[in-house]
């Protein structure tokens, strides 16, 4: 997908020139607000350490998949065909995956049960369409679950810093009110968890890459 992203950026600066030959009739710099939903599949990969040695008998992945929602704020300078901008995004979700093969236990789970992030936005301008790349600093809050036969049970909750990156359209269908589509690739990072009933003298690490699409409509002001 990355390569996607620098691919449709290097069209967009080889086809300005044509698209400079119609100058803009709307002008995107100001404050905006707005709502958005998201479906997202997510890739879970795990391996567990020994507590010690370090060593590692353990590797596998599993994937979850879910629904968000939330808000989005930000601010756009438009110069020229271009444009540079700030957003930030909150978002609920119901992202969650059931790893029932792993085996120190009975089952195991994982949900990101909230999630944001701060981006910089850069955009080329065709009058009432905006194409556009965004980037920044991703943070979910991931809950996994470690069971085994009776009452065993290790609970872990995180907060985690990663990254994310992406591109989108956007399109104003009216002179306050703008609906876009937008891809992006998240990364949260290892989350460590301690598995001290269910699996005593290890611990297990949780990598957590997303892809998601979301589709959003915002206010200007």
């Given at each position: 997908?990355?390569?996607?992203?620098?691919?449709?950026?290097?069209?967009?600066?080889?086809?300005?020139?044509?698209?400079?030959?119609?100058?803009?009739?709307?002008?995107?710099?100001?404050?905006?607000?707005?709502?958005?939903?998201?479906?997202?599949?997510?890739?879970?990969?795990?391996?567990?350490?020994?507590?010690?040695?370090?060593?590692?008998?353990?590797?596998?992945?599993?994937?979850?998949?879910?629904?968000?929602?939330?808000?989005?704020?930000?601010?756009?300078?438009?110069?020229?065909?271009?444009?540079?901008?700030?957003?930030?995004?909150?978002?609920?979700?119901?992202?969650?995956?059931?790893?029932?093969?792993w085996p120190f236990g009975t089952d195991m789970?994982?949900?990101?049960?909230?999630?944001?992030?701060?981006?910089?936005r850069l955009g080329y301008v065709y009058d009432?369409?905006?194409?556009?790349?965004?980037?920044?600093?991703?943070?979910?809050?991931?809950?996994?679950?470690?069971?085994?036969?009776?009452?065993?049970?290790?609970?872990?909750?995180?907060?985690?810093?990663?990254?994310?990156?992406?591109?989108?359209?956007?399109?104003?269908?009216?002179?306050?009110?703008?609906?876009?589509?937008?891809?992006?690739?998240?990364?949260?990072?290892?989350?460590?968890?301690?598995?001290?009933?269910?699996?005593?003298?290890?611990?297990?690490?949780?990598?957590?890459?997303?892809?998601?699409?979301?589709?959003?409509?915002?206010?200007?002001?």
């Open positions: 997908m990355l390569k996607k992203i620098i691919v449709g950026t290097a069209f967009l600066a080889v086809a300005s020139p044509v698209f400079a030959a119609q100058p803009s009739t709307y002008n995107w710099t100001g404050y905006y607000l707005g709502a958005q939903v998201g479906d997202s599949s997510v890739r879970d990969n795990i391996h567990d350490e020994e507590i010690g040695s370090g060593a590692s008998d353990y590797h596998s992945h599993f994937n979850l998949q879910g629904v968000t929602g939330g808000i989005f704020t930000g601010y756009n300078f438009q110069h020229d065909m271009w444009l540079i901008g700030v957003e930030a995004d909150a978002e609920l979700s119901g992202i969650d995956g059931d790893n029932s093969r789970t994982t949900k990101i049960t909230s999630q944001g992030s701060l981006r910089g009432t369409n905006l194409f556009y790349i965004t980037g920044g600093v991703a943070v979910g809050e991931i809950k996994t679950d470690y069971y085994d036969t009776g009452s065993r049970h290790d609970s872990n909750e995180n907060t985690k810093t990663g990254w994310t990156l992406g591109g989108g359209f956007e399109h104003a269908f009216t002179p306050k009110w703008t609906v876009r589509f937008e891809y992006r690739y998240t990364d949260f990072g290892r989350i460590t968890d301690s598995t001290i009933t269910t699996d005593p003298g290890w611990m297990e690490h949780n990598d957590l890459i997303a892809h998601t699409v979301r589709v959003g409509i915002a206010y200007k002001f």
